[in-house]
């Protein structure tokens, strides 16, 4: 007996003819053949036999798995966010305004001035679509009001701000013109007292047609108003204000210079024309102005995606890691466990691949339900922290899937070194020893 | 003419590589025809598990040739002896080893798995066998719930599902009391008189003088008994 414990010396072999050994071995159809069919029954067999194991072996793959999911979802569903943040409105806007600095006393002061026609200097810039100049118009305490009365008994409202425009500005931000009109060109030069009255200012005056044309009244001056203007995505308290034309405010109240340019420019010419436009509006001192352009979306979303898959993922590829090797420890007991089983199968005629084979489809079985359940999960995860959040969950399907393909990955390698001992192990000695 | 002998040992040694070398069979001379019932016997470190092993075509002699139904069994190779093994021969072993987890009739399904039974056939040729060893009520019990004698009796179904040239029984009664150890050997000889080859290999005197033909392996060399 003290012979088993060691491995079998390979022994000589006497040559006799090879015909004379083939008739022995019976030819079996490739139908009645150990198939892949009963592979997997075997194997499921083997999976399935310890239930409580199995939920401890898989819990690695699973939590491995999960963060992987999670992680990659959370970076397709923040990078998502980020492309809503940056939507296309902010992708095609630009904003330039003079620059600033603080004086001795502290207080700020503008070092540049943006020229009345900047709209026309930046206009001929590659990129740009629409340009249009604004500025607040201090009315000097003057009341706007649609009736020119001093009622007393009235009660104070606040008066809607004053704003004046180029006729270009309305464009340049994506407003609309809800009724009548914006005014054009020619009102600006002319200086007409016209004006257009954003949707709440309107609303606060009492004034929702403008086909009579309706006047306004600044202090004790009325102007005609030729129209509403709603749904502006930049400076949207021009929604709040009355907004007349730049010569016409300067006429009136003396602005004396245009606060910001507001430049709507085609997707991608943000950065060209964040650096053009500066020159274009002062050759001599383009460092005046302060330009607000989009950052280069793509990069940014980049950055922030490295950043969370970097982390995430090296946890979740230890964790991964972690599971594998659960996965292979519990194999390998299985198999020492099991020795009784592997030395019948191997007298019942399996061969050592047939082991190999079995053990190493049971760990990838293992595997593949700890993947598909950390996959699971980890959509899950994605989903719900995203409904608590408020955001969009987004997640490839390709993630989902491969993660479950990658468990079972997992699963085949972590059952290679067990398989390979199964399939080592000495038929008799296993059948010998009792179990 | 004679038919070929189902097993037959020529000059068989089988040496494992020292330091010191041990021979655990030595120049082995032994046939075994068809029909034959024959009792190998023995003390424990005689040489019965590697006259197992390669009977069993778990392990090659090191010197010396073994025919099996006439076919010499060197030059095959593992795979092929796998198969020779899976087809040939039944295994009936002390410890039964039954899966724990399956069902009786899987149990001896399983030995249609890796022998090459037509796959249509699996299963009749299983019950067929369950039925043969008087166990067909117990088709879907776990080995757990079942007696020794009756779990024995599952492992002989199961050696002789896959109609086995050869039937080689390692111990068979050494995990059973008297009364159902004779049980076992009342079918084995059942068995035999339809016509099964017979080995048994045991150190129990009283199971090895129920067979027909004795031999006993004392230190590696084999003699026949009266």
């Known amino acids: 007996m003290r012979f088993f414990g060691k491995r079998m010396p390979q022994p000589t072999v006497q040559a006799t003819p090879a015909s004379d050994a083939d008739s022995i071995v019976p030819v079996i159809a490739r139908a009645n053949r150990f198939s892949v069919q009963d592979l997997l029954v075997e194997a499921s067999y083997g999976v399935g036999a310890r239930p409580s194991r199995l939920v401890m072996t898989t819990l690695g793959t699973v939590l491995g798995i999960a963060s992987l999911v999670v992680t990659i979802g959370f970076a397709q569903t923040a990078a998502g966010q980020i492309s809503n943040q940056f939507d296309a409105v902010s992708a095609t806007q630009i904003m330039i305004e003079p620059a600033s600095?603080?004086?001795?006393?502290?207080?700020?002061?503008?070092t540049g001035r943006l020229p009345w026609d900047a709209p026309s200097r930046v206009d001929r810039l590659a990129g740009v679509e629409q340009a249009g100049l604004v500025a607040d118009v201090d009315v000097a305490g003057q009341r706007i009001t649609s009736v020119p009365v001093n009622d007393p008994s009235a009660a104070q409202t606040l008066s809607p701000n004053l704003i004046a425009t180029s006729p270009g500005l309305l464009a340049a931000v994506r407003g609309e013109v809800v009724t009548g009109r914006y005014f054009d060109a020619g009102h600006d030069e002319r200086a007409d007292r016209v004006a257009v009255l954003g949707a709440r200012a309107a609303e606060?005056?009492?004034?929702?047609?403008?086909?009579?044309?309706?006047s306004i009244f600044i202090g004790e001056v009325p102007y005609t108003v030729i129209g509403i203007i709603d749904g502006v995505e930049r400076r949207t308290n021009l929604l709040d204000a009355v907004v007349v034309p730049l010569n016409t405010a300067r006429t009136d109240f003396g602005l004396s210079a245009p606060a910001e340019l507001h430049v709507q420019i085609d997707v991608g010419a943000g950065k060209l024309v964040a650096r053009q436009a500066p020159i274009a509006l002062d050759p001599n001192a383009p460092e005046n102005f302060k330009v607000q352009a989009p950052a280069a979306a793509s990069s940014l979303q980049d950055n922030i995606q490295?950043?969370?898959?970097?982390?995430?993922?090296?946890?979740?590829?230890?964790?991964?890691?972690?599971?594998?090797?659960?996965?292979?420890?519990?194999?390998?007991?299985?198999?020492?466990?099991?020795?009784?089983?592997?030395?019948?199968r191997r007298a019942l005629g399996a061969t050592k691949r047939d082991i190999a084979r079995q053990f190493i489809v049971e760990s990838a079985v293992i595997g593949l339900l700890g993947g598909l359940i950390g996959s699971a999960l980890g959509v899950f995860a994605v989903v719900v922290v995203s409904l608590l959040q408020g955001w969009t969950p987004i997640l490839d399907p390709i993630v989902a899937i491969g993660a479950a393909l990658v468990g079972t990955l997992v699963g085949l390698a972590?059952?290679?070194y067990p398989a390979v001992r199964a399939s080592n192990i000495e038929p008799i000695t296993a059948l010998r020893g009792g179990t | 003419m004679i038919a070929a002998p189902v097993v037959e040992l020529v000059n068989v040694t089988r040496s494992f590589p020292g330091p010191p070398e041990v021979q655990a069979l030595k120049s082995i001379n032994l046939r075994v025809d068809r029909g034959d019932y024959l009792s190998i016997v023995g003390p424990s470190g005689s040489g019965k598990s590697t006259m197992l092993n390669l009977l069993g075509l778990l392990d090659r002699p090191s010197v010396g040739e073994y025919h099996l139904d006439g076919t010499s069994t060197s030059l095959l190779d593992e795979k092929q002896r796998a198969i020779v093994r899976g087809g040939t021969i039944g295994f009936v072993f002390q410890a039964f080893h039954l899966?724990?987890?399956?069902?009786?009739?899987?149990?001896?399904?399983?030995a249609t798995l890796y022998s090459g039974v037509p796959r249509a056939e699996r299963e009749d040729r299983a019950r067929a066998a369950l039925d043969r060893v008087g166990l067909n009520h117990r088709l879907d019990f776990l080995p757990g719930t079942l007696s020794g004698g009756e779990r024995q009796r599952v492992a002989v179904a199961r050696a002789v599902v896959a109609s086995p040239e050869l039937l080689l029984a390692d111990e068979p009664t050494g995990n059973l009391d008297e009364a159902t150890g004779n049980e076992v050997m009342d079918l084995f000889e059942e068995l035999h008189a339809d016509g099964l080859t017979l080995i048994v290999i045991t150190h129990d005197q009283a199971v090895s003088d129920r067979a027909e033909r004795r031999v006993r392996i004392t230190d590696g060399r084999l003699s026949e008994l009266s």
């Not at chain 1, 600095?101 to 503008?110: D, I, L, M, Y």
């Not at chain 1, 606060?204 to 309706?214: A, C, E, F, K, Y």
């Not at chain 1, 090296?314 to 420890?329: E, H, M, S, V």
């Open chain 1, 204 to 214: 606060t005056l009492g004034i929702n047609r403008v086909d009579s044309q309706p």
């Open chain 1, 306 to 344: 490295a950043d969370i898959n970097i982390v995430f993922l090296t946890l979740g590829i230890l964790a991964l890691l972690a599971g594998g090797l659960g996965i292979a420890n519990v194999t390998l007991l299985s198999v020492m466990e099991r020795v009784g089983e592997i030395g019948l």
């Open chain 1, 101 to 110: 600095t603080r004086n001795s006393s502290g207080t700020e002061q503008a």
């Open chain 1, 414 to 416: 972590a059952g290679a």
């Open chain 2, 99 to 110: 899966l724990p987890h399956r069902t009786v009739l899987d149990n001896v399904l399983l």
